[in-house]
């Protein structure tokens, strides 16, 4: 059976305020894995995950995800994949329902969908009517998790997912995580968190210098 490969890097050289962010990396990632990126600050791992988003320009090398050729089209694979940075990406003055409910209008997701996405990450009832202003910063994260759900993205790129959440809430999203998996999508996520985020992952990448190598 041929394995699909959701993305390719061969040599991908980044250049990132004049600074070669990631200079020569080469890895790939399976339809279905769970990906952890590990390295210490500044190594490049954010970099990489802005980059598998088309946010950022390749330089040189090759670079391809879910089938679209990033040197030629970033903009053609933006709509596949759902990225969550250190920002959570809300409309703060709107409430956590209406965040949702705009997602959910961009990819034609149906309010069972939002209810299932804000229940996954215990968003429903009071919350759900709360300003995203006045929620906690845990709170904001799992409604920026819930966000991810609604759109139902082929690629999760998450830097740092767990930052922010208490227990429960991390385990939440372990169990998202691995039910997106389930349901076809593919993640790669950064973490320092180590022990909890390689018994999530299926393998692990490690991120040295802007370079990449298997675990």
């Known amino acids: 059976m041929t ?67 990033l040197r030629l089209d970033r903009l053609a694979v ?20 209406e965040n949702m409910l705009f997602w959910s209008r961009l990819v034609g997701a149906n309010r069972n969908d939002v209810d299932q996405a804000m229940d996954a990450m215990g968003l429903s009832g009071r919350l759900s009517q709360t300003q995203v202003a006045k929620l906690s910063a845990g709170q904001r994260r799992r409604c920026a998790l819930a966000s991810l759900i609604v759109r139902r993205a082929q690629l999760w790129l998450l830097d740092e997912p767990h930052a922010g959440l208490d227990a429960q809430g991390r385990d939440e999203l372990d169990k998202t995580l691995r039910a997106a998996r389930d349901a076809g999508a593919t993640v790669i996520f950064a973490s320092h968190e180590i022990e909890r985020a390689s018994a999530l992952a ?12 298997q675990a």
């Open 3 to 69: 394995v699909e490969k959701v993305l390719e890097f061969i040599d991908v050289v980044i250049v990132y305020d004049n600074f070669p962010a990631v200079a020569g990396a080469t890895f790939s990632v399976n339809a279905g894995e769970i990906v952890l990126l590990q390295g210490a600050n500044g190594a490049g791992k954010t970099t990489l995950l802005r980059a598998c988003a088309g946010l950022l320009p390749i330089a040189r090398g090759s670079a391809n995800v879910l089938g679209c050729d």
């Open 78 to 97: 933006r709509s596949r994949v759902g990225l969550l940075g250190h920002a959570n990406g809300l409309f703060q003055d709107l409430t956590v329902l």
């Open 202 to 213: 299926t393998r692990s990448l490690i991120v040295t210098s802007g370079t990449v190598k």
